[in-house]
């Protein structure tokens, strides 16, 4: 699993999911049982990094933002995210959709929620609107990036 970042302020204030205990106060106890009565940050963090299954999202939450996720992020550091996907007509650049999901989450497992947005948002302004070019039926095509290449999908 991820390492929590001790420098990162997020992350240092994560808790338990079942007992509350604070991240920290979790390490601190780590310590003392390894001889290490008054541990500094780089202590904890080598202490840390020693351990396995470190900053499960199944054991640790933020307190203040339970949906949030502990991920890796693609430079290596670790956070506290969310994953923001968005739909855009690629003719106007009109953002048709966005929506928020679990950091953890795939992309092939949030598009199809993504899609559907992006249909009812259409849907709503072509019904509320005369607008030239904007379908009653929402989307009439779907491009995405290399991220969705696993996607398996089906023509109509």
């Given at each position: 699993m991820?390492?929590?970042?001790?420098?990162?302020?997020?992350?240092?204030?994560?808790?338990?999911?079942?007992?509350?205990?604070?991240?920290?106060?979790?390490?601190?106890?780590?310590?003392?049982?390894?001889?290490?009565?008054?541990?500094?940050?780089?202590?904890?963090?080598?202490?840390?990094?020693?351990?396995?299954?470190?900053?499960?999202?199944?054991?640790?939450?933020?307190?203040?933002?339970?949906?949030?996720?502990?991920?890796?992020?693609?430079?290596?550091?670790?956070?506290?995210?969310?994953?923001?996907?968005?739909?855009?007509?690629?003719?106007?650049g009109?953002?048709?959709?966005?929506?928020?999901?679990?950091?953890?989450a795939?992309?092939?497992?949030?598009?199809?929620?993504?899609?559907c947005?992006?249909?009812?948002?259409?849907?709503?302004?072509?019904?509320?609107?005369?607008?030239?070019?904007v379908s009653?039926e929402?989307?009439?095509?779907?491009?995405?990036?290399?991220?969705?290449?696993?996607?398996?999908?089906?023509e109509?």
């Amino acid at each position: 699993m991820n390492v929590p970042d001790t420098d990162n302020a997020a992350l240092r204030s994560i808790v338990h999911r079942g007992t509350g205990e604070a991240y920290n106060d979790f390490l601190k106890k780590l310590a003392a049982e390894s001889g290490i009565e008054t541990p500094t940050r780089e202590q904890l963090a080598k202490l840390d990094r020693k351990r396995p299954r470190k900053g499960s999202n199944e054991d640790w939450k933020s307190p203040e933002d339970p949906d949030s996720r502990i991920v890796k992020m693609k430079d290596g550091r670790t956070h506290l995210a969310h994953k923001a996907e968005h739909a855009v007509d690629l003719e106007t650049g009109a953002v048709v959709a966005v929506v928020l999901h679990p950091a953890t989450a795939g992309d092939t497992q949030t598009v199809l929620e993504t899609l559907c947005e992006a249909g009812e948002n259409i849907c709503a302004v072509a019904a509320d609107t005369a607008a030239p070019g904007v379908s009653l039926e929402g989307p009439a095509e779907l491009v995405l990036d290399k991220g969705y290449q696993a996607m398996k999908c089906c023509e109509h």
